[in-house]
């Protein structure tokens, strides 16, 4: 272990690794690095190194711990071995089961454990290196991994540390300020402001409490916009990938059913512009889909196959089942085109893992 330096801050104010009194850490996030899992997270804090993965929401085995009316959230801390200068002993610690518990309660005001009953949430988080503040390290990472799973929460949370050295508050320890201050305060809140996590080493005076409380909400704040920002790349990337918007389906779903009716009908329908045509197999559209299949008039004469007579002579059951086979069409239409774009993600897949 180093030895404890003289001074922590230097004649200009700047702290051992060239910081200002409130200045954070340079942090590095990166989301989706495990294939396996739901949701993931590798963020870089300073000399920290924290991978999470994220499980579920899925089945909590064995049954007798699920809960009846929400999901459990199990949240495990872990340091490697070789995270540190000295190597720990594998397995979980009295200071591993503390971290572990209180970051899980960390997250428990945001998480929607009400959709999710009789299933498991599990958050693993690895320190690869550590380097002080691998807890408020783990906890934002956990946040963007839990976000990356899909899990419904109603924020993100984020979290950071202040503590004092030389009697002064500095925002985000670094190793020495941790292991050789004066205090060590550590802090996760919601994007709201509140606070989800609050641990407390070494002295502080009430004024200083609630300076050092500020500086954690600022801290907290510049790392929301870490959070989002990485998110925003992720899914910003996601919306590359050719899924149809709401305005394309609509054309899509209007294309289809043109084809049907057009199928369907002899009719002179041809004559009429393209426009007032795809309006129509819009309202055609619309009208399938309800639930109440009940047929306007014109619609059934539209429907009409082969004799325009026939059409007036139909009753109204026939009429229904004329709709209901239009409709089947339709269903089948859609789904070849959806076995076609499976197929094609297949291959897609079969491709990459070539
Ligand atoms: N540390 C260590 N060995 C241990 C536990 C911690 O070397 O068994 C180091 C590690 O760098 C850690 C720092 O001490 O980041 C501060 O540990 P603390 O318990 O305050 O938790 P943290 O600040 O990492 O949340």
Request: glycine share 6%; net charge negative; aromatic share 4%.
């Amino acid at each position: 272990m180093s030895d404890k330096p003289e001074k922590f801050i230097d004649e200009n104010g700047l702290r051992l690794d060239g910081r200002q009194i409130n200045e954070i850490r340079q942090m590095k996030i990166k989301i989706g690095v495990l294939s396996r899992a739901d949701g993931s997270c590798y963020l870089e804090w300073g000399n920290n190194k924290i991978l999470v993965a994220v499980y579920g929401p899925r089945e909590l085995h064995p049954r007798r711990l699920q809960k009846a009316d929400s999901a459990l959230i199990r949240y495990r801390y872990n340091m490697a071995a070789f995270s540190v200068e000295e190597r720990i002993r594998p397995g979980p610690s009295r200071r591993s089961i503390e971290i572990s518990k209180v970051s899980r309660e960390a997250f428990e005001p945001v998480i929607m454990t009400h959709l999710y009953p009789g299933a498991v949430i599990d958050v693993f988080a690895e320190v690869l290196q550590a380097d002080a503040g691998t807890r408020t390290a783990a906890i934002n990472a956990a946040s963007v991994a839990l976000a990356d799973a899909g899990i419904p929460m109603k924020g993100l949370v984020s979290a950071c540390a202040v503590g004092k050295v030389d009697g002064q508050l500095v925002l985000d320890l670094n190793k020495a300020e941790d292991n050789y201050g004066q205090a060590d305060l550590p802090v996760a809140m919601t994007q709201d402001g509140e606070i989800t996590l609050l641990q407390m080493d070494g002295d502080m005076t009430q004024e200083e409490f609630r300076k050092a409380l500020e500086m954690c909400k600022e801290g907290c704040r510049q790392i929301l916009e870490m959070q989002k920002e990485a998110l925003k790349a992720k899914f910003a990337d996601d919306t590359a990938l050719p899924v149809p918007d709401e305005a394309e389906e609509t054309v899509d779903v209007a294309t289809a059913l043109e084809d049907v009716v057009e199928e369907a009908e002899e009719a002179a329908d041809s004559e009429e512009p393209e426009a007032e045509e795809t309006e129509e197999a819009d309202e055609s559209a619309e009208y399938l889909i309800e639930e109440d299949l009940e047929p306007a008039p014109e619609e059934t004469e539209a429907e009409d196959v082969e004799d325009e007579t026939a059409a007036e002579e139909l009753d109204e059951e026939d009429a229904d089942e004329e709709v209901l086979d239009v409709e089947e069409e339709f269903i089948e239409l859609i789904d070849e085109d959806t076995e076609d774009e499976e197929k094609v993600a297949t291959e897609g897949s079969e491709t990459r893992e070539q």
